[in-house]
């Protein structure tokens, strides 16, 4: 049974501004609280129908609920048996860019999107994303359901890309329109990849740091790819 | 303006039964709805704001409505200035499998993962997709949406896989976890490809026709990547 303050608590987690400050995300369904309780991630509640719960090594520390409580602090269509309240895990300060490849988000506002970038760059053993400011929240519910457990595995920073950009002195490759041919091109082990929003592209302020631009060359008669195809193409031909 | 009776006529084209029996199908937003108009897409109805309306070459074949009028026709989130009822196009009674790639999705539920495939499969020029009975309807509102009008170009049956594959002999390959690296396939011209639902993979009376099974090697811990994803990735590497 959940309690009155609980429900209204997780309500609360829907909005980045109490997740932020309480430090917490909310993940739901067998498959990603599993992964949670199986890598270094500190859960600090679990709400579970009682079947999941007795599959578990210790129940006791589980709130048992009904269906249609389940259903009242869920944020999926149809509630998958369990919802924990877990800490967001500390991040460094800054992304440590040498030697590695670090995947860079300009205007990635949906959420499903960015899950499944973040799912897709995890793939190819990138562990770092930097994304401006108005790229949906990595613990957006939506975003964590999508990234299926990637999110524990790449660490992600918020920042005025361009800004950003102008500091750094690492190589800047850009997925565009008009760029060299990514089938082509020659596989990197260091850089930043800038991935913009698929229908603005790359915005003006972040286009003169782009050095290297790759594109997917296309034959059929559609104008762009998902953001996050994209991004899985492009990773696959230059890792 | 807009009438009780049309409003409750475009409430019943979001059920598959009602579009299929009046063979039309609902297609939202300015860049969609214009990309129907120049191409040989028969329309037969617009419902838009003015401001759209009074851009067009024939506004006076435009039904005016106000936002809250769009707001209850639409299947939007944020209705996008007009409304489309459009004619579905022909589609020949059997996909012509010599000397094309042709696209066999077995069990792709999500709407916005087959729209984003069928986006997909435009852009690398792939015209036909086989999808099994359980698979979105193409027409679904939300698989219009991301398909981002490239449903136009790219026709689609619906069949038993199994069976329709026991049928064929073509070569068939299929999107697998331990299959050929796909990275050092040989590009093929044609044949099918079989993309699996991405949690439950290819089902059991499907496996059996895949010759030539392709996997994307991945060095992260992501257990799989999303199905467009992986689509985009492979065929990347094989056309």
Known sequence: MISKNDVKYIQTLFHKKTRDEERVFIAEGPK?????????????????????AEQQTKPDSITI??????????????????????????????PNLT???????????DPGNLGTIIRTADWFGIKQIVASNDTADKYNPKVVQASMGSLIR???????????????TIKIYGAMLNGDNVFTANKISEGLL????????????????????LSIPGRGGAES??????????LSHIV
């Open 65 to 94: 609920v009904a269906e249609h409580e389940l259903q009242k602090i869920s944020a999926l269509q149809t509630p998958n048996q369990v919802l924990a309240i877990a800490a967001q895990p500390d991040v460094m300060h800054e």
């Open 99 to 109: 030697g590695n490849i670090t995947l860079v988000l300009d205007g990635i506002q």
């Open 225 to 234: 790819l998902n953001a996050s195809v994209a991004t899985g193409i492009i």
């Open 194 to 213: 800038v991935i913009g929003n698929e229908s603005k592209g790359i915005r003006a302020d972040v286009l003169p740091f782009i050095r290297h631009s």
């Open 154 to 168: 790449v660490s992600m920073w918020h920042k005025d890309i361009g800004e950003w950009l102008a500091q750094t």
């Open 32 to 52: 990603l609280v599993n992964e949670l309780l199986t890598a270094r991630i500190t859960i600090k509640k679990i709400y579970a129908l009682r079947e999941w």
